[in-house]
Each structure stands twice: as structure tokens, then as C-alpha cells.
């Protein structure tokens, strides 16, 4: 690609590309079009959603297959019939169902990022081509859906639930669909503008020019085969990465979802015409190795009849192939002079005729054999695989395989022994570079004399070298079998250079090491000879100085005065060198002479001083001989220094362009790694690597910024960033190393090394020395400095514009280790064992004793890795302590904002994420078996916090802090959360803290829609009963029968709401312990912040405006305020609603219909149940309700104040009266009554109500009364 580079400087100059000539400008534009185009597929093939995958269905080792093209018959599809002409892929035209998609074979990058389970449900709504046939019958298939009853004992419709599916899915990527439609639709307006050019063209609309003219320009030619080309390229790259199948689903769902989709139809139609599947997937196998591993390599996809879709006239096709064939379009000779090397010379036109000739439904690869001859002859002589675009490939022996024509041509080239033939010249072509480049790179050899007086054969080897590894690179990428089985022969032992005997074996290391090696050698010709180019005025002047005074030293010499001299005066030769010393000084730089005329004058100076060694006095003098030949070197040193000039930087470039290997590069990452591993050392030759790649990224932008178009940036940005990317991977191999040995490390730290006491006896110290532990740890941190120097010693370089710091890079790599590590540590130890039909009061006490020991056993795991991690801080130049705190609260962060994703609307995708990074990517895991709910760590250990504490098998105790078994066991306390808080610090239970806030609200607004739906209906029962308590001072008439029948009306609602009570309670107590904890490690360790904030708080609160600062300034606040265990989380005010009637009235009848079920233990202090196994308890009913109400304004709480103090003097009332009945009936009465007013009493307290306000509706003397009833 960087052969359009080295026409920049030239082309910039151009008549035709000049601002006002509009011919070449809009020419110019359609080239940067499409690259910019290509740039846009690329990202966006990298960011295709999961659920698109998944619905597109393409089954595993699928191979190629020949479709027929079977007509449809269907005619109900109306209009949109003619959309698809002949359908290429399905047999039949049924909705697919919920159960209909298969399986997609997906990289191991995209199974890691999403969760495929998740991505199925959306599956049913997402449409190929064939719901345009008929729509109404697909849209029937999702309103079509069975209604189920909920085990919360609601009705569920399947329809709604598909619908609020649907709307999710619109709300989360209908930003996502549009960007792909826009890409579809920039393709469709590029071949609409290429075909208008091609018509003005013609038309004479451009005046002077026509398609014959522009062809014969430089520029014009170079810019006219490229916009043709680059079409074709465009459709193939399109194919490749967004097969038809996804492109399909993305057109409907544009069409369904955005509210522009049902505009145009014309436009509907132009996309499916240009987006419609071909109906050939992808091989899923091959003989070579790297084809199955990597999308770069081109498979057949029957480009004739993609490129039919929308043509391009015929005789632009043809001028185009025309030009191709028979012109040299870039003039490349000086960069490739040599007639044995045009095959590389002309290697981009090669691709682009490769491209060109599918047009015009590939008349010439069918037909003419004669034309085929010439551009096999001239162009395939010794290759078959060629470079496409970006690093895709593509084998001619199988790509033009079903071409009569081109098979003909190609057959005859591609002969076995002619295939043997151009392996073994390949195998000894590298034996011969591997050699010279080993004498060019020993240190001192490459001095700017040296460099100067061998350029040219400097500049032949760097020919040599990269067309060995362009032939070897392309040529191992075969896909034919037979061709396959030569290229990549293997020899029977491993040999630093290729076997050059036998089979001439050649492998992948051989082909790293010239790799590496050339690029060295590249990169310090190219610095020298920048240094050259700077300096070369100064050169010349220093030489011309010092070539004339050694003329001057020489007739001073024959003058006979000089001291210790033995030579007689000789005028003539005084006269000689006195005359050649002005000569030698007249020579000058900058002089109106043409260089090759001042070359000609140091030829004959040089001419005359090798004349002048004939006199016999010059003869026998060895000095003078000397102080000769060195001026004629000095004189030769001008003549080359004023030979450079930039046009070599230029070839250089175009040399080591490896455009073809950028994709390829990928497959010989570990055998780098493994060269690492074995020598370190070896990471001083991979910045030359780096360089030599980063000049592949000239191709797709050179265009563009001839163009000064905006796209430059975002275009220039992905290329590098994929670069930068693959940097990172090839040094990874450096902190993956260091990282092996802090795991050990960390291990020894754990588990061998004693702490050490405040006070240790003499006799004891030998012991806690352990000098044998401590002298691993300093060879394991020897190893890491030899590992980290390596990294470190490598300059700062540019690629693409992005800077590259190797210190900064050794960083991001560590911690990309240590997150991977932190993770894997957290995925494995935080799974629990709570199996649903084993939950028993045994069970729950043996689980929570594993899920204990692995919270134990991942605080020890994560302090070793801490202090492993402060102890190499020295040796690898990092802050090991600031690196662990700033990566783990990431990593909790990041797992805390995915949890929170189930339940809220608007999912925050990774793309979105301020936590997640691509650079130190958090990795996902899968769900586990026993808690499928859960998407990871941090919803597994509030999972099993919730388990533990269920209210049907413990009760809490607000006096004890903790949860209790009925014998006194407990199960949660301040030390489970205090071991909770080892493990995962203080970043882990403010993610606790945020999931159940999270958890609380999504169970008030399933409350709030429960009420809207349900109670709402129970209406006139609540007004009714509202009209008959009124007012709540006065004790009404029949008070018993009215509470009696209210509740037998309201029983059917009264069992979601405990469940919503009693989760939203336990999520609070929970979050109050949490609290409490995180209170007392701010007093202990950071009791200067807790201070702090404390101040700031009160400050805060305390002004007039206590909301002035900035929204991101107060989360800030927020967050630290919650990390220091500031605030009371029962006073959390989660949602604002609009009121709900009747809500007091209802709780009245909620507390009515539970408290006869629960009675006040006072081992707890606490409401309990009055029978095991029933699912409540006292508290977290309590805090469910507080809770709720705290949404309210303060009237409701007043009012079911008001509602209870009545409830409670009516059963006074009744108790009296009963007592003197039946004395089983007033026990029970008297119990409820107690266990009523304690709930009161523990309402008011859990809520900050002042017990003021409870006597205004039960009186201090009644309340004591009934306490010794």
C-alpha cells in the first residue's frame, strides 16, 4: 500500500489534482470515499452485536457450497417481491421461530464479551430478507404468544413480554442498526457517484477531459484504477466481514425499529438489492494453517455475480484492464530496477487487477485466454497469491479455479516443479539474506563511510530480503493442498537458517528471524541516512577542508624546510599541490552548476592525484602515498555525500513495505513470545519490527490526506489503534512473564514467609529469617529486571500518530495481568453451592461455612498478590500499590455496573462503560450452573448474602447486628461482613451497597405497578374502608367486623406484598450492616478523610443551596461519603411516584393480616415466627415498610401511624371485652396486641420517628398497660 505514498510529494504538484480543477478533485474524493468506507466496515465488522450473530444462523463447518437459484413462486408477498429477484439461500419462506435459529461459530474474543444466552432471547424478532414477503405473518408470529401465570401468583402475557423485549432492544441498539445502515447506504451513493463520474466523463462534462485523457495522466490514471478498484474491493471486504445473513437482519431491523425505516421505498429497495446474501459461507477448514485462525484470507464468493448487483459501465471496465495490463501506473523501477524483480514492482497492480477483472460479469477470466497468457506472464510468473487490500489475501490457483481462461493461464505457471522450483529459490534466497544481514548487523559496521561507500549494496540486500519474506509471508498461505504440502515442508530437526539441501525446508521461525533482522537492518539505514541527508552540507565542507590542507601539508612537504623532512625542494610539485588545494577549495555545494557537473570535477581532481602517484619522488615516499590516498577518499566522500537525497528515504520505503503481512503478522506472535522467553535480549530487535509495520498504514490514508478530509483522523486513529493493539500483544509476552513470577511470589508471601512478630527472641531470629525463601524471592526478582530492562531500554516511538512508551506499555501489560489474574481469582473461589431444592436449615449453615472459607481463602490470595505486587514495584519502574488499588476498584466497578444491567432498561454496554478498557480489558466470564441468574462475582456473593439470611429459616436481631438460626446460630454478623470486607475491600461492599439499592428499587417499582394494576381494581373496598376508620382519632362501630371483612377482601394481594416487604427489609438490614463496617475501617484507617468528609457534609448541608455543585462533583461526594460509611441507608429515598390512594390503609391491613403470625423473642429482641419455615420476620418486614413509605410523603407515614394507634385501641377494646369470655381467645388477642405494639415501637425507631408522634395516636399510659397484659 505504501506505494502510493511515494507518489504524494510529486502528485501534490499535479495539474490534475490542482484546487480548481474539478475533474481530478471529485476523482480524488471518490478514492477517499472509499477507503473511508473500508475503514468504516472494519470498525464496524469488530462491533456487530451479539444477538445479530446469533440470529443469523450460519451452522458450523459449513463449507462452500453451489446454490441454484430457485425462483419463488410465493406471490403474497406483493411489491416487495421484486426486492429479491431469484433467491440465493433458503428453500422456504416460514417464519422462523423462537427455536428455529442455530448455532453460530463465534471467536473466542466475541464468547468472551457478551453472554450468548442472553443475546438468543432476542433472536425471534430479528428478520432476514424473507419477512418482506410477507410481513403480517412475521409481525403475527410475536403477538401470537400463550399467557402464563407467574409464581408470584400474577398473570404474565408472553406478547407483552416479547413487546417490552422488543422496545429494549430498540432503545439499546438502534444507535448501533443506524450505523450500519449508514454504512450501507454510503456504499450504494459511492457506486452511484463513481457511475455519474463515468457518465460525465463520456458526456464531455469536464471539457478536456474523457476517460481516454485521464488515463493518460499520471495522477488521473493512478486515481481512476483505484476508484474502480476500490469498489470492487469494498463489495468483497463487505462480504467477508458482515456476511449477507447479518447484513439482512440489520436492514429489516432499520426497517422495523427506526421511525425513518418506513420512508422511502425506493431506498428500501436500493439496500436490499446491494445487501442480500449470496448464500456461501465461509470454509470453516483448510489445509493451511493460519486460513482457519484468521478472516484475512479471501475464500470464492462468485465476485461476478456480487459485482452485477450494481455494475460499472463496460468501457470503463475495460479502459481500466487496459491500463493495468499494459501501463507501469506507479514508476516504482528505482525502488525495484532489476527486470527479476518486476513481479514485485508491479505487485499492487497486480491486486488491483485481480479485483478489476470480476467486473463486466469476468468476461476476460472466461474467455480470453490470449489477454490471460499476458497477465499471468507479466504478473504471476512467480507468485499465486495475492494481496488484496489491508492484509487480505487471496490463491489465484484456487480463486480463478472455475475460469477456463485464467485456469489455462495459470496451469501453465503453476506446474509442481515449477512450484518446487520457486520454493527452493526462495529457501537459498533466505539462506544468502540471513547471511549478509548477520555481517551487516555486527555492531560497528555500519558507519556513515561504510553506509556511503556500500549504498547500493546495502539497498540490494534490503531488496533481497523483502522479497524473500513477501514470497514466503503470501506463499504459506496457500489454500491449495499440493501447493500447501511444498511451501510449508517441515525438516526433521530445527535449524537457525533454512535447510538448503533436501527439501529446502523453510519454517515460520526462519521467517521471524529475517523478519526481525531486515527491519533492524531497515531501521538503522533509514536513521543513518536521515542523519546523512541533515548533514550532508556539512560533510562536504569538512572533507573540501580537509582534502585541500592536506594539499597544502603536501607542498609545505616538498618545500624541504620541514623539520625532520628528507626530501630536496621540488617547484613542480609545489606548484601542483598548491594549484590542486585551490581546485579542491573552489568546489562548492551550492554552487549553479548541476550536481553532475560538480561530480565530474571531483572525478578528474580524483583522476590527478592517482596520475600524480607516478612520479618516482611521489613513488617512493609511503607518506605522501598515504596523505594521497586519503584525499582521494575524502573527495569520493564528497561526491557521495552530495548523491543523497531523499528519493532513497522514498525507496526505502517502498522496499520494506509489508502492507500484505499486516493480518499474517498475527500467526507468528507466539514464535516471537517463545524468542523472548529463551532471550530477552531479543525485544531490542522488535522496535525496528514496529517501524517497519507502521509504514503499512500510509496506504488507506494517503489519499485522504491529499484530500485534507476530516475523515483523516478517524481513519488514521483505527489503523494505528490496530497496530497499537498488536504492539501491546507482541510485548504482552514481557508482563505475562513478570506476572508468572509475581504469582510465585505472591505465593511464597502467602503461604511460606512467617509474619513477624512486634517482639522476637534472640534464640528465634534464625528461624523467622528464612533466608532460603528470601533468596527465591531475589533471584525471581532478578529475573523480572532482566525482563522489564529489555522493555525498558526501547525508545519512544510515533506509529500513526500515536506515541508509543515501552514504560507505558510495560504498565498496561502488567496490569492487563493482573486484572486477568484478580479475575480469574474472583470467577473461580465466588461461586457458592446453593442448590434450590436443598435449601434446609442444615444446608444453609453448611454453605454459609464454604462460602465463609472461600472468602477467607480470597483474602489471603489478594494480599499475597499485594504485597508480590509492592515488592517488584522497584524492579520493573511501577507503583505497585497504586496499580492494585486503581485496577481492582475497576474491576469491581466494572462487575457491579454489568450486574446492575438486569435491571435496568438502557443495558450500559462495554463500548459504553467507563470502567472497561480495550487496552486492560476486565474479562467476562460465563454464568455458573448453580446460580444462572447471576451475570458474575459480585451478584453471586449478593446472592448468597441473601440466601443466607432468608427470612424463612433466620431471624435478625438489631440488638446482636446479625442473623440468627432458631437455636442461636449465627449465620450473618458483623464478622461475616468484616470477612466480607477482607476479601474484597472496601471497593467490594460499596458495590454490595450499590447492588442492593439496585435490588430495593426494582422491587419498589414492581410494588408500584402491582399496586397500579391490581390493587387499584380493590379501589372502592379501599375508599370504603377509609370512609368507615374516619376519622382515625375516634374508635369507629363495629371496628372488628369492619378490619375482619377488609382483610378477607385484600387476602389475595396480601402475599406479594410480604414478598416485597420482606426482600426490600433484608436488602436494607444488609445494607445497614454493610454500613456500619464501612464506618468503622474509615475510623480506623482513614480517620483524617473520614473527618473530612464528615465536615464537608455538614458544610454541605448546611448552606443555603445545598445542590449548587455540579452532578458529577456531588456522585463524587456521594461515593466517598457511602466508602466512609457516612449516612443512615434506611433514610434512602430511592424513587419519586406519584401518589398511591389507599396505601395506608392497605399496610393496615398487610400488618392486620402477619402480626397474629409472629411473636417477640426476647433472646433476639425481635419479632419471630411463630412456626418454622414460614417466610417472615420481624425486621425486615418492618424495613420493607419503612422503606417503602420513605418514597411517600411524610402524610403517609402519619396516616398509618393514625391507621395502627386506632387498630390498637379497638383490640383494647376487644381484649376487655373477650377477657371475661374465652380465655384461649383474649391470650391470643393479648399476644397480638404485644407483638403489634412492638412493631410499632421498632417502626418508629427504624425510621427516626419521634416517639412523640406515636403517642399522639396510642397514648404512653396505654402502651405500658397493654405491656403488662
Known sequence: MSSSSSQSTSSTNSPFLAPENLCGQTLLQLVGEGHTILASIKILSERIPPAFLVAAGIPQNNGPSNNNDNEQSNSSGGMFLNLFGKEERRSSNKPPTASSSSEILLDDNQKSSCDMEDAKKYTPFLFDFSYLHNPEEFEATLTNQDTTTTTDGGNNNAAEDMADLEREFAINHLPTIQEYYTLFTSIYNYQSELNRFSSDLTKGYFIQYTVESVLLDQEGRALLCEAVWL???????????????????????????????????????????????????????????????????????????????????????????????????????????????????????????????????????????????????????????????????????????????????????????????????????IGQCMAELRAYLTMGILTDSFVLDNRHDLLNCLRKCNIAVRWRILHRRTTNAVYHGIVCATASEVTADPKL???????????????????????????IFTQLLEKKESIWINCRAKASGMMEDLAQYFEGDVTLARVSRHDGLIDWFTSMASEIRDLAYESGDHFTVTGRKIQLCVQALEDVEQY?????????????????????????????????????????????????????????????????????????????????????????????????????????????????????????????????????????????????????????????????????????????????????????????????????????????????????????????????????????????RSLASLSRRLEGFQSALECIGDYVSIHGLKMWHEEFSRIISYNVEQEVNKYLLKKLLDADSAFQSEIVPIPRFPRTQNEPTCINFMGRMVSMLIKITDTQYTTFSIEKSGWFMS???????????????????????????????????????RFVKFFRTNVT????????????????????????????????????????????????????????????????????????????????????????????????????????????????????VFMATDPLEGLPVLLLL???????????????????????????????????????????????????L??????VRVSVAACFERKQVRKDVASQLTEDLRSMLVLVNQFCDISSIPKSALHEHIPQYLMEMCSDL
Not at 526462519?510 to 539505514?525: I, K
Not at 476479601?983 to 442492593?996: K, N, P, S
Not at 425486621?1179 to 411524610?1194: D, E, N, V
Request: glycine share 6%; aromatic share 8%.
Open 231 to 429: 469498489y470492487g474491493v469494498i463489495l468483497i471486504v463487505l462480504e467477508r466481514l458482515l456476511p449477507g445473513p447479518i447484513r439482512e437482519r440489520f436492514i429489516i431491523a432499520h426497517f422495523r425499529f427506526s421511525n425513518e425505516g418506513g420512508g422511502d421505498i425506493s431506498t428500501i429497495e436500493s439496500m436490499c438489492k446491494l445487501c442480500k446474501g449470496t448464500g456461501i459461507h465461509p470454509p470453516q477448514s483448510t489445509n493451511s494453517a493460519s486460513f482457519g485462525q484468521h478472516v484475512s484470507h479471501k475464500y470464492p464468493m462468485e465476485e461476478e455475480r456480487l459485482f452485477a448487483r450494481y455494475p460499472l459501465p463496460v468501457d470503463l471496465v475495460r479502459n481500466v484492464v487496459g491500463c493495468l495490463i499494459s501501463d507501469d501506473v506507479y514508476r516504482q523501477s528505482s525502488a525495484f530496477p532489476n527486470v527479476d524483480q518486476r513481479s514485485i514492482r508491479l505487485s499492487r497492480q497486480a491486486s488491483m487487477l485481480y479485483v478489476v477483472l470480476f467486473f463486466d460479469n469476468a468476461v476476460v477470466l472466461r474467455e480470453e485466454e490470449a489477454r490471460l497468457r499476458e497477465i499471468v506472464d507479466k504478473y504471476f510468473y512467480d507468485n499465486w497469491v495475492v494481496h488484496v487490500y489491508a492484509g487480505m489475501t487471496a490463491d489465484l490457483s484456487i480463486e480463478w479455479k472455475r475460469f477456463r481462461a485464467a485456469k489455462a493461464a495459470l496451469d501453465n505457471v503453476l506446474e509442481v516443479e515449477n512450484v518446487k522450483k520457486m520454493h527452493i529459490q526462495n529457501a537459498k534466497l
Open 501 to 527: 539441501q533436501g527439501d529446502f525446508a523453510v519454517n515460520d521461525t526462519h521467517v521471524v528471524s529475517l523478519l526481525l533482522l531486515s527491519s533492524q537492518l531497515e531501521m538503522q539505514l533509514k536513521h
Open 616 to 852: 618516482d619522488l611521489v613513488d617512493r615516499d609511503v607518506q605522501v602515498k598515504t596523505f594521497l590516498q586519503d584525499s582521494r577518499e575524502l573527495l569520493l566522500q564528497m561526491a557521495r555525500a552530495v548523491g543523497i537525497n531523499e528519493s532513497i528515504a522514498q525507496d526505502i520505503k517502498f522496499i520494506s513495505d509489508i502492507s500484505y503481512g499486516v493480518e499474517s503478522m498475527k500467526s507468528y506472535v507466539k514464535i516471537i513470545h517463545s524468542r523472548i522467553s529463551k532471550d530477552p535480549s531479543n525485544v531490542n530487535l522488535l522496535q525496528g519490527f514496529f517501524l517497519k509495520l507502521s509504514n503499512s498504514l500510509d496506504g488507506p490514508v494517503v489519499r485522504l490526506k491529499q484530500l485534507k478530509s476530516p475523515e483523516v483522523e478517524r481513519v488514521t486513529g483505527y489503523y494505528s489503534s490496530q497496530l497499537v493493539a498488536f504492539v501491546r500483544n507482541v510485548l504482552e509476552i514481557v508482563p505475562v512473564s513478570v506476572f508468572g513470577i509475581l504469582v510465585q511470589i505472591s505465593d511464597i508471601f502467602e503461604r511460606r514467609l512467617q509474619r513477624l512478630p512486634l517482639k522476637i527472641q534472640g534464640d528465634k531470629l534464625g528461624a523467622y529469617a528464612q533466608l532460603g525463601e528470601r533468596y527465591k524471592l531475589s533471584m525471581m526478582a532478578h529475573e523480572i529486571s532482566i525482563f522489564a530492562d529489555g522493555v525498558l531500554s526501547m525508545d519512544n516511538s510515533i506509529i500513526g500518530g500515536i506515541e508509543i512508551n515501552p514504560r507505558k506499555l510495560l504498565d498496561e501489560g502488567l496490569r492487563k495481568e493482573m486484572v486477568r489474574h484478580v479475575s480469574e481469582l474472583l470467577y473461580n473461589l465466588l461461586q457458592f453451592d446453593f442448590a434450590a431444592d436443598s435449601e434446609t436449615v442444615a444446608s444453609i449453615t453448611k454453605h454459609q461455612a464454604a462460602a465463609m
Open 967 to 1005: 437455636d442461636g446460630t449465627e449465620v450473618c454478623g458483623l464478622k461475616t461482613v468484616s470477612l466480607l470486607c477482607q476479601a474484597v475491600g472496601v471497593y467490594g461492599l460499596t458495590g454490595i451497597d450499590r447492588l442492593l439499592c439496585y435490588r430495593i428499587l426494582h422491587e419498589l417499582h
Open 1017 to 1132: 381494581k380493590q379501589g372502592v373496598l379501599l375508599e370504603q374502608l377509609r370512609d368507615e376508620l374516619y376519622p382515625e382519632w375516634k374508635t369507629p362501630t363495629k371496628a372488628v367486623l369492619i378490619y375482619a371483612s377488609g382483610s378477607k377482601k385484600a387476602e389475595m394481594l396480601m402475599l406479594p406484598m410480604l414478598t416485597c416487604f420482606r426482600r426490600i427489609g433484608q436488602a436494607q438490614l444488609l445494607r445497614r450492616m454493610i454500613r456500619f463496617e464501612l464506618g468503622r475501617c474509615s475510623r480506623i484507617d482513614a480517620k483524617t478523610l473520614l473527618q473530612s468528609v464528615s465536615t464537608l457534609n455538614a458544610s454541605i448541608l448546611s448552606s443555603e443551596n445545598p445542590f449548587e455543585e455540579s452532578p458529577p462533583e456531588l456522585k463524587k461526594f456521594c461515593d466517598m461519603s457511602l466508602a466512609v460509611g457516612l449516612g443512615d441507608p434506611l433514610q434512602t
Open 1150 to 1200: 398487610c400488618v392486620i393480616a402477619y402480626v397474629p403470625k409472629l411473636s417477640y423473642n426476647a433472646m433476639f429482641g425481635s419479632l419471630s415466627k411463630n412456626k418454622s419455615g414460614y417466610p417472615i420476620d420481624g425486621w425486615p418486614l418492618i424495613a420493607g415498610i419503612s422503606t417503602l413509605l420513605k418514597q411517600f410523603h411524610p402524610s403517609y407515614s402519619k396516616s398509618f
Open 1202 to 1207: 393514625a391507621y395502627i394507634g386506632q387498630f
